[in-house]
């Protein structure tokens, strides 16, 4: 069994940074992918971002790309995603997701632990 706990949300400046955490406590075997998932007020969870156990791989949003970085600290059990030129349309609940033998990252159901969510409030 896994445990995410996400935390590093709040309100943020357009433009401005900020960075998510995700501690992972328990235990997940490999090939495991980890990912990040956004949903603005009113609207479906979306992927932000994904990678996979030895951080070989990984995927973007197009609204992510070249923007946010996913990266994952294994020694700390902590999953990141560092959020760059944020803008009002990345505002919403972020949820941190694991999970084994994903065939397809960008989606949501193909994970089977998730976080509680931390809130991003971008203002101009």
């Known amino acids: 069994q896994l445990q995410l706990v996400e935390s590093g949300g709040g309100s943020a400046q357009a433009g401005g940074p900020l960075r998510l955490s995700c501690r992972a406590s328990?235990?997940?075997?490999?090939?495991?992918?980890f990912a990040w998932f956004h949903q603005a007020p009113g609207k479906l969870r979306h992927i932000v971002a994904s990678?996979?156990?030895?951080?070989?791989?990984?995927t973007y949003s197009d609204s992510a790309k070249d923007r946010f970085t996913i990266a994952q600290d294994h020694a700390a059990n902590t999953l990141y995603l560092q959020m760059n030129a944020l803008n009002s349309d990345d505002t919403g609940m972020y949820y941190c997701a694991a999970g084994n033998y994903i065939s397809n990252s960008k989606v949501a159901s193909q994970y089977s632990y998730w976080g509680q969510g931390t809130q991003v409030t971008v203002s101009s």
């Open positions: 990678i996979n156990y030895d951080g070989r791989q990984s």
């Open positions: 328990g235990n997940i075997d490999p090939p495991y992918w």
